[in-house]
């Protein structure tokens, strides 16, 4: 079946642009998860969905971020005002409910220049 | 803060040797540990997990060993093929609600023909 898909594979925007990052979980995984990983580094927590709840946005850096997940499958990363900080790969991740096992998409590459 | 880390952050191997890559963590409420390969440009792919009342999983190829007492982390890989080449993480969940997955910093793995 299909995996975790992301989009788009690479984007690069300018300073101070809104940028919307999307990911389709895994089809039947309610748990949906947003990950940021540096160049070198392992992956950073940014917030975990249970359904179309955000159950845990503790890894957030700040209020530029924000996220979303109306209907409880596809999910919507955005950044506001970004910043050349701002620049990773930004992960998504699903698991199916009660599960610890998460499944990551490919991720998507942001460069703020 | 509370993290998990490794101790080698590069390890090459001769092709067909055993590679072991070592992960330590702190938080001793971590009940649940995960190692993932990622390979350049993809998102990390689940290998293979262990609970913290287990000090032992074995999969295709690959054993994970839990030492409570130290709180060490190990994935021994057998048979190292040039398809294992990548980058190494270990994760770690703490047990609290939302199963967030704290990563270390990766070891890369290395296998020369």
């Known amino acids: 079946g299909a995996g975790v898909s992301q989009t788009p594979s690479n984007k690069v925007t300018e300073k101070g642009k809104y940028v919307e990052l999307r990911c389709d979980p895994i089809?039947?995984?309610?748990?949906l998860y947003w990950y940021r990983q540096s160049l070198g580094q392992g992956p950073e927590f940014l917030i975990y969905f249970q359904g179309t709840g955000a159950a845990d946005d503790s890894g957030l850096p700040n209020d530029r971020f924000f996220a979303v997940r109306p209907e409880g499958s596809v999910s919507t990363l955005k950044i506001q005002r970004t910043e050349r900080g701002d620049s990773a790969v930004y992960l998504c991740a699903s698991s199916l409910a009660g599960s610890y096992e998460q499944y990551f998409g490919p991720g998507t590459r942001l460069t703020v220049t | 803060g509370e993290s998990v880390g490794l101790h080698l952050p590069t390890l090459s191997v001769q092709e067909g040797d055993n590679s072991i890559i070592n992960c330590a963590y702190s938080?001793?409420?971590?009940?649940?540990f995960i190692w993932y390969k990622q390979e350049s440009g993809k998102g990390p792919q689940f290998i293979i997990d262990i609970r913290s009342n287990m000090d032992k999983r074995q999969g295709q190829r690959v054993t994970v060993l839990l030492n409570k007492t130290v709180k060490h982390l190990s994935l021994q890989i057998a048979a190292t093929q040039p398809g294992d080449s990548a980058v190494y993480f270990c994760a770690e969940n703490r047990g609290a609600a939302g199963n967030k997955l704290t990563f270390g910093g990766g070891t890369r793995v290395l296998v020369k023909p």
């Open positions: 089809s039947g995984h309610t748990a």
């Open positions: 938080n001793s409420a971590s009940d649940y």
